[in-house]
């Protein structure tokens, strides 16, 4: 282990030493003195990186105790967006049709990727105060806790992916394979800005308890003012491009990783130009596509951004969760 | 590190790498709230209620541990000692000063804290080391050492919710002490468990001191403090009250305890309404002695003055062996003997006349003066007499019985002196006891 200057680990020789001491293959956990990135080898990220193991066993331990004692074991997991998907594409192509090619799959390869958000931030927020004995009595890395719930919703969409695939290839085409490292591309930048909101969450919650209150009106709210259920074209056929409406959507940043993850799973969806009240569909789909490079690189800055933004407000509460659990 | 302790100079007076741990006046602040205002209401209404009270629980707190040292920190409950712990062990930061550990450190503060219940005895044991920082090939490398010393072999894969307290507590053990730390912290945690477990624990420990390991150990039970650790730091009231060797740090904390009162004991009365100006212990000579073979009569003489008009008042005392064992305790109104009434400067001098029936050892007398229903103490004086009783022949143990022996049935012999005609004198067990951990 590398070790932070302030709190190294000295090979200070001593009387009756057994030599022990000046051991440098320490395990304990040093806390960085410093920011993220400030003092010590990388501060904070290279803390983390040190209790990948630790990371690594709770997320284990997520996955273990949630399937434990449940015969269907992971297809739990996949009841809830099965079920959504059959609702809403009742709802949305019988009752209230919004025109567009296999809305099953347009609404999975947007669903998939709102439930990991919604899960990893309802299993953050209660991490630090549902594990309040063990934050007041052994120190590491705080931010394992939350971070382990994404990492164990990401090991879910993974595999909800796996599932639903062979769907997704059957109604849009195998361009989804062919598309694969772009879909993990856009996974990967989701659960970078996944674990920034969930590590907020997590540490504001700490000492603001109604947060945990809050948080189904936020998640709702949000999950309308999502483009899931409904193409983002959609909205702007409907409304024009420079709708108040369409420009509040642009900045929410789920926005953009959804247009990013379903392009290559679900295909890009685009205006026909048909007026609003000639009965025709106003919005076609195109098979499964590359996102756009800007879409792309909004996703990366919001990931960044979100990332370390969390971290931030996380790292500034934590030092006092042992007073406040 | 604390927010303001990055500015601080580092201490000029001690080398901070020449010290297992360095703690420079360290401050620790929690916030009482009387209604916690961390819902939004609150928040709402807050600036116009602060309904908190800063509490310091460590106040301007500084001392040194060498490397190799093993230290207990005594107290009252409340007076800090938690959390002296929580800083060393970087579970909360210093909110004034700095705290700076060389080594690894391992905290022993609760043991099996991580466990989750649904899982197995294997899977807890790996979770566990992970959260303590080992790596998965240190615990498999350690993991029949942890099962073996937690006795859990055939339970290994049962989940641990089944485990009973005391095998849980084993387990949490067993893995926290594989650290192989520098630097251990121990927190009340030998308190648990069965007679067994406590001496292997304890076992355990001194192992970890004889291999020059470093140790912070906060406990009640002065017994193992005193056979741990060369050194005790008592906390009172978030401060420093003694910092040196350990006997005498036992001493003092349970004359603290003696004195400063069990619920049910007398309550300490803020009007000092007598002072205790002298005491003395006079042997049967009338000359004050400190030492005394076992059995001699003694007198404890305490001259009181009142500093303003006492009605009535009773005069107490308290014998206590050197590791603070309560041995006995008298009011004078017990044997039905007050003292009053008495003006304002008047003095009073009470002997209490007693024969020590102890063997060898050092004790300890504590005085107070309080009402005759002993609800109020308006004087105490903790240690206010030290003596000692010399070894003697006769007996081992703490009370002197004033056995005799003879030989009533069968052949008898005298050994040594064959003169000697009085009961054949016990062959001193003193040595041995000694001897004994």
């Known amino acids: 282990m590398v070790v932070a200057p302030r709190h190294g680990v000295v090979l200070a020789p001593r009387a009756g030493s057994t030599g022990r001491v000046g051991r440098v293959n320490a395990t304990n956990f040093e806390p960085s003195t410093g920011g993220l990135l400030g003092r010590g080898p990388l501060g904070k990220l290279g803390e983390l990186w040190r209790a990948r193991e630790l990371l690594s066993q709770l997320v284990a331990k997520e996955l273990k105790v949630r399937y434990k004692s449940s015969s269907l074991g992971f297809l739990w997991s996949m009841l809830t967006p099965a079920l959504m998907t059959v609702v809403f594409t009742i709802v949305f192509t019988r009752v209230v049709p919004i025109r567009i090619p296999d809305f099953a799959a347009f609404f999975l390869a947007g669903y998939l990727l709102w439930q990991f958000l919604q899960n990893s931030c309802q299993g953050a927020i209660h991490s630090i105060v549902g594990n309040g004995d063990l934050v007041k009595k052994v120190y590491f890395p705080r931010e394992v806790l939350p971070l382990s719930h994404v990492l164990a919703q990401l090991i879910h969409l993974l595999l909800a992916l796996l599932v639903v695939s062979p769907y997704l290839i059957v109604t849009r085409g195998v361009d989804v394979l062919l598309y694969l490292p772009v879909t993990l591309l856009t996974v990967a930048l989701l659960t970078v800005f996944v674990a920034g909101v969930a590590m907020w969450f997590a540490g504001v919650n700490v000492v603001f308890r109604d947060l945990q209150e809050l948080f189904v009106v936020i998640f709702l709210v949000w999950f309308y003012a999502t483009p899931v259920l409904y193409p983002l074209a959609l909205v702007r056929a409907q409304l024009g491009a420079d709708a108040l409406l369409v420009r509040a959507l642009a900045l929410n940043p789920m926005t953009w990783f959804v247009e990013a993850f379903r392009t290559p799973l679900y295909g890009a969806v685009r205006e026909t130009g048909a007026a609003a009240d000639a009965g025709l569909a106003l919005v076609t789909s195109s098979g499964p596509a590359l996102p756009s490079a800007t879409v792309l690189a909004v996703c990366l800055g919001w990931a960044l951004l979100t990332f370390l933004g969390g971290y931030t407000v996380f790292l500034r509460r934590a030092r006092t969760f042992a007073k406040e659990v | ?437």
């Open chain 2, 1 to 437: 590190m604390g927010r303001r302790a990055s500015s601080r100079p580092a201490p000029a007076r001690v080398d901070p790498v020449a010290h297992a741990i360095v703690v420079d006046g360290v401050t620790e602040t929690f916030r009482l709230y009387q209604e916690r205002p961390s819902g939004l209401k609150e928040r709402l209404y807050r600036f116009r209620r602060s309904t908190y009270t800063d509490f310091d629980a460590l106040q301007d707190v500084s001392f040194t541990v060498g490397y190799g040292e093993s230290i207990a920190v005594i107290g009252h409950n409340g007076s800090g000692k938690s959390t002296l712990l929580k800083l060393l062990a970087r579970i909360l930061p210093p909110d004034q000063g700095s705290v700076r550990t060389n080594g690894r450190v391992a905290s022993l503060l609760e043991l099996g804290a991580g466990f989750h219940g649904e899982l197995s005895g294997r899977e807890n044991i790996y979770l566990n080391g992970a959260i303590l920082g080992m790596s998965r090939a240190q615990i498999d490398e350690r993991f029949d050492a942890i099962v073996d010393f937690a006795g859990i072999r055939p339970l290994l894969d049962t989940a641990v919710r089944t485990y009973s307290s005391g095998l849980y507590v084993r387990l949490g053990f067993a893995i926290a002490v594989t650290v192989d730390p520098d630097i251990l912290l121990v927190d009340e945690v030998l308190a648990v468990g069965d007679a067994e477990f406590q001496d292997r624990s304890l076992e355990r420990m001194r192992r970890f001191r004889d291999d020059g390991k470093t140790i912070v150990l906060v406990s009640h039970d002065l017994a193992a403090v005193r056979d741990l650790c060369d050194r005790a730091i008592v906390l009172d009231r978030g401060r420093v009250a003694f910092d040196g060797p350990v006997s005498e740090g036992v001493e003092l904390y349970r004359q603290r305890v003696a004195t400063a009162h069990v619920p049910a004991g007398p309550r300490w009365s803020g009007s000092r309404r007598v002072a205790i100006e002298q005491v003395l212990l006079l042997g049967a000579d009338g000359q004050p002695v400190a030492e005394a073979p076992p059995s001699t009569p003694l007198t404890l003489r305490v001259r009181l003055r009142a500093s303003e008009f006492v009605e009535v008042c009773s005069l107490g005392m308290t014998v206590t062996r050197g590791d603070g064992t309560h041995l006995y305790e008298l009011h004078t109104t017990w044997q039905g003997v007050a003292v009053g009434p008495l003006a304002v400067g008047q003095e009073a001098t009470v002997d209490v006349r007693f024969s020590a029936h102890l063997l060898a050892g050092h004790y300890s007398i504590a005085t107070s003066v309080t009402d005759v229903n002993g609800r109020e103490t308006w004087a105490v004086v903790a240690d206010a007499v030290r003596f000692a009783i010399e070894p003697a022949p006769g007996g081992a143990g703490l009370v002197d019985l004033a056995a005799s022996t003879s030989v009533v049935e069968g052949p008898a012999r005298r050994l040594g002196d064959p003169g000697f005609t009085g009961p054949i004198p016990l062959p001193r067990l003193q040595r041995r006891r000694d001897a004994a951990p």
